[in-house]
T-cell receptor
Framework: AQSVTQLDSQVPVFEEAPVELRCNYSSSVSVYLFWYVQYPNQGLQLLLKYLSGSTLVESINGFEAEFNKSQTSFHLRKPSVHISDTAEYFCAVSDRTNAGKSTFGDGTTLTVKP | NAGVMQNPRHLVRRRGQEARLRCSPMKGHSHVYWYRQLPEEGLKFMVYLQKENIIDESGMPKERFSAEFPKEGPSILRIQQVVRGDSAAYFC?????????????FGPGTRLTVL
């Protein structure tokens, strides 16, 4: 079984400031790791994912996340946020050995203020 | 290339009625997942289906809920005798079924309100 903990439910920041959204997971097996973004009244969109290889993964819109196996973390960062980054962000894991379901954290609401 | 389609987007039911939620996966995807999102919470896995097969239904409530993905047509999540606690957003995702690394593409969700 897996579980995902997103340590902050709300993160308010000012435009152009850096941000970090924290995610820790626990699992008895190896997992894949994902970050999704959800804009109001929409479905989830994949932001980035870690499957293997380099522990630092990047998205096309400036976000990056680093897999830290020893700390079982997959924190999401962006050096300079925009108003348009305001959304809810979900961290998720899926079992490497068992196709199918993902386990999601409860989400972090990022609010970027002008 | 159409994404995952869900309908209706909003559904209002009275207690005791039935709710039917539909999901059409992306073209070429044969695997469908259903998740439920309660207010202020993350998504909770309900069921994972392949065409004509239920692969994993470990997240489905034991009673009143059922899901199918027939050979032809959309996947259906059916909730019988709805109660107020069923009010939530229900999301469907689809994938090509390559295992845990496979990207799941999400639909816009159906928001169920039970009066």
């Amino acid at each position: 079984a897996q579980s995902v903990t997103q340590l902050d439910s709300q993160v308010p920041v000012f435009e152009e400031a850096p941000v970090e959204l924290r995610c820790n997971y626990s699992s008895s097996v190896s997992v894949y790791l994902f970050w999704y973004v959800q804009y109001p009244n929409q479905g989830l969109q994949l932001l980035l994912k870690y499957l293997s290889g380099s522990t630092l993964v990047e998205s096309i819109n400036g976000f990056e996340a680093e897999f830290n196996k020893s700390q079982t973390s997959f924190h999401l960062r962006k050096p300079s946020v925009h108003i348009s980054d305001t959304a809810e962000y979900f961290c998720a894991v899926s079992d490497r050995t068992n196709a199918g379901k993902s386990t999601f954290g409860d989400g972090t609401t990022l609010t970027v203020k002008p | 290339n159409a994404g995952v389609m869900q309908n209706p987007r909003h559904l209002v039911r009275r207690r005791g009625q039935e709710a039917r939620l539909r999901c059409s996966p992306m073209k070429g995807h044969s695997h469908v997942y259903w998740y439920r999102q309660l207010p202020e919470e993350g998504l909770k896995f309900m069921v994972y289906l392949q065409k004509e097969n239920i692969i994993d239904e470990s997240g489905m409530p034991k009673e009143r809920f059922s899901a199918e993905f027939p050979k032809e047509g959309p996947s259906i999540l059916r909730i019988q005798q709805v109660v107020r606690g069923d009010s939530a957003a229900y999301f469907c995702a689809s994938s090509t079924g390559q295992g845990g690394a496979d990207t799941q593409y999400f639909g816009p969700g159906t928001r169920l309100t039970v009066l």
